[in-house]
């Protein structure tokens, strides 16, 4: 089960946040501050999984943007892998030529609609 879903530019900014559990706002920070300092500290040789206290977190880099997920220890992280590039494939077909400015301003419009 996805617990979260995050999309994170190289400075470590949360351009986008999605919480399918409850979290509380002060935790989300926290969390968020360690889960993104986990990804951007890893090469690019190193694997997109990480085990991250009870859970697991999968992630992939799109030139400037980090897209991140937290899933459950049963979870396929390769299904989860697949997931990020379908979704970013979907963006960039919407978008014609996803960048992370269209993710930030596109995506606030939708959520005022």
Do not use: P, W
Request: some cysteine; glycine content about 2%.
């Amino acid at each position: 089960m996805i617990k979260f879903f995050l999309m994170v530019n190289k400075q470590g900014q949360t351009r986008l946040s999605r919480y399918y559990e409850h979290v509380e706002i002060n935790k989300r920070t926290m969390l968020e501050a360690e889960v993104i300092k986990s990804c951007l500290s890893r090469s690019k040789d190193q694997c997109s999984f990480i085990e991250y206290k009870d859970f697991k977190l999968v992630y992939r880099q799109y030139a400037a943007l980090f897209v991140v997920v937290g899933i459950n220890e049963t979870e396929n992280e390769m299904a989860v892998y697949e997931l990020i590039h379908n979704f970013v494939e979907v963006l960039d077909k919407y978008f014609s030529r996803v960048v992370r400015h269209s993710i930030c301003y596109e995506i606030a419009s939708f959520k005022t609609s």
